[in-house]
């Protein structure tokens, strides 16, 4: 029973990053409006963002949306593809975390180099989430200015009330090849007791000079109960969707595709520089 209620898990977690990607937009050319490897850092905004995607997911499908708003707001934007099974399979987040989290400290050197920057900045969605809350702590990155995590697992989740939407998307058939063929390693661990969970959660979360945000969404239907996600530690700004924009019905993997909640992470990122929240209605699923 618990294989299959981990394999209902993932393949629902899977469409966090799958949603408007597949084979064909694994890469994203610098036109697109991210992942632009020519980017320097205007001074309004000198840290490049690294956007982590949620569990079987890729960077570039994941932020299609995110990304090219970022950079279109002045930021330097990139989204890897981080703990893949198997290299020519466009998903990625599966493996152990004890291998992923070492991806993503490798990809913010890169980011820093190419850019000249002195630091970066983490917005993560869902496993991406959990992980910009990870790497600081458990690997000690010392180069975070500002963490923006949307609906990350913090506390480990249930996975209550999961329906898949592979099958809805038409991409029952790589989430399953990929599942059957490699399993998933990131599910046993961010599950509620998992041994990612336990580490991260024993004692303080947030480290010195970095600045918090999570942002959660009322009517998610996978990191369950939905205020496991928060981290109510000194400094950190929790704050549910619903609270800036009470009518937005957004779900969990909505959260990517939501143009109020576009305006809340540049208002994090930039607290200086805040501006009104435009209210959207993000996808409800």
């Not at 569990?55 to 893949?84: E, I, V």
């Not at 466009?90 to 400290?105: D, F």
């Not at 992470?265 to 930039?270: E, M, S, V, Y």
């Amino acid at each position: 029973m618990r294989i299959r209620l981990l394999g209902v898990a993932f393949v629902a977690l899977s469409v966090t990053g799958l949603l408007v990607s597949g084979p064909a937009s694994a890469t994203a050319a610098p036109s697109s409006g991210f992942n632009d490897w020519s980017c320097r850092p205007a001074a309004a905004h000198p840290n490049p963002v690294v956007l982590l995607h949620g569990l079987g997911g890729n960077g570039p499908g994941h932020f299609s949306y995110l990304g090219p708003y970022l950079a279109g707001a002045g930021y330097c934007a990139f989204a890897p593809t981080y703990g893949q099974a198997a290299p020519a399979i466009p998903v990625g987040g599966t493996v152990s975390i004890t291998r992923s989290t070492p991806e993503i400290a490798a990809f913010i050197d890169r980011v820093r180099t190419g850019t000249g920057a002195a630091r970066v900045d983490l917005v993560g969605h869902s496993e991406g989430a959990f992980q910009s809350l990870y790497g600081p702590k458990v690997l000690g990155y010392r180069t975070v200015g500002t963490v923006v995590a949307l609906a990350p697992p913090t506390h480990g989740t249930t996975f209550g009330g999961l329906v898949s939407f592979g099958d809805f998307l038409g991409l029952g058939p790589l989430v399953g090849l990929v599942l059957a063929t490699f399993g998933c390693q990131f599910c046993t661990e961010a599950i509620v007791g998992g041994s990612a969970v336990r580490r991260l959660t024993d004692g303080p979360i947030t480290q010195p000079g970095i600045a918090y945000t999570i942002i959660a969404t009322r009517y998610d239907a996978l990191v369950t109960p939905t205020e496991t996600a928060f981290v109510r530690e000194p400094g950190v700004r929790n704050r549910y969707v619903q609270d800036v924009c009470p009518a937005d019905p957004v779900g969990h993997i909505g959260m990517a595709f939501d143009p109020g909640i576009a305006q809340m992470i540049t208002n994090a990122l930039d607290p200086a520089n805040a501006a009104p929240v435009n209210c959207g209605f993000g996808p409800p699923f």
